[in-house]
């Protein structure tokens, strides 16, 4: 039995679709707003600050070992219902709130340790969901799209430690963007494309001191959508430590756009 901690974005169900085909016995702690998995018989919908009902649901049902997927959002701690071990846990995870949205499940996932449940890889089941190294278009980066990765590259790494920023937007070697809490989309958004021809880079890659087990830089359709409205060329992820939803629709976007998606 796998415990299947489930937050927003379409990369749970991805997962659950792997898991069911392979009929592997789950169960579902839903995190999501809108308990988007209520209609699973699996499924328990559970505050974040219920942490003890989280772990007795867990233990209770044999699941020694959990996975997790989707963004879990900073929740408002002064209207979470906390049970006696939330209450004891919950200014540890107040604490990790303040680094970041990732920081929170860093902290979960140290607690189920001290419990004794053990956390695998996001992409245990959904290997396929990972690009490989390699360019994944017909287009490729030319001499000027190679110098703006390696300036978005040297700007992720000279960020702080505690950063919570995954991506780093470059044209022309200059710095466009750098990721904010309010996450990538926001960002492309915010971006003006002056030019008719599509320059510059996303790159994004995992956060420094990230548990690489979740929460890796995810793109889908959206983020690439988003990325020629604002002129971009290209996007960039770290080899097999990145999720690419809908990879056939993403590929066949950025050859039709001629725009290259690479991972290196």
């Known amino acids: 039995m796998i415990g299947l901690i489930f937050g927003e974005t379409n990369f749970p169900k991805k997962i659950l679709k792997?898991?069911?085909?392979?009929?592997?016995?789950?169960?579902?702690?839903?995190?999501?707003?809108?308990?988007?998995?209520?209609?699973?018989t699996n499924c328990h919908s559970i505050s974040i600050g219920q942490i003890g009902?989280?772990?007795?649901?867990?233990?209770?049902?044999?699941?020694?070992?959990?996975?997790?997927?989707?963004?879990?959002?900073?929740?408002?701690f002064?209207?979470?219902?906390?049970?006696l071990k939330g209450i004891y846990y919950i200014p540890r995870i107040i604490k990790a709130s303040k680094i970041g949205d990732a920081a929170i499940l860093k902290e979960i996932i140290n607690i189920f340790k001290i419990e004794k449940i053990d956390t695998t890889n996001s992409l245990s089941f959904t290997p396929d969901l990972s690009l490989k190294r390699g360019v994944h278009t017909k287009v490729k980066p030319?001499?000027?799209?190679?110098?703006?990765?390696?300036k978005a590259i040297l700007t992720l790494n000279k960020l702080n430690s505690y950063s919570f920023s995954q991506g780093a937007i470059i044209r022309s070697k200059k710095i466009i963007a750098v990721e904010g809490t309010q996450g990538t989309q926001k960002m492309l958004q915010k971006i003006k494309n002056k030019e008719k021809k599509l320059s510059g880079v996303l790159v994004?890659?995992?956060?420094?001191?990230?548990?690489?087990r979740v929460d890796l830089p995810t793109i889908g359709l959206k983020t690439l959508i988003e990325c020629k409205k604002a002129g971009l060329k290209g996007i960039v992820l770290k080899s097999k430590l990145n999720v690419c939803l809908d990879k056939k629709k993403l590929i066949k976007f950025a050859n039709k756009n001629k725009m290259f998606i690479a991972s290196i």
């Open 53 to 76: 009902k989280i772990i007795n649901t867990l233990k209770e049902n044999n699941c020694k070992t959990v996975l997790f997927a989707g963004k879990v959002n900073k929740p408002n």
């Open 18 to 40: 792997k898991i069911r085909k392979i009929k592997k016995k789950y169960l579902i702690i839903d995190l999501t707003k809108n308990k988007t998995f209520k209609r699973d």
């Open 142 to 150: 030319n001499y000027d799209d190679n110098a703006d990765i390696k």
């Open 204 to 212: 994004k890659f995992p956060k420094k001191k990230q548990d690489l």
């Open 78 to 83: 002064s209207n979470l219902k906390l049970d």
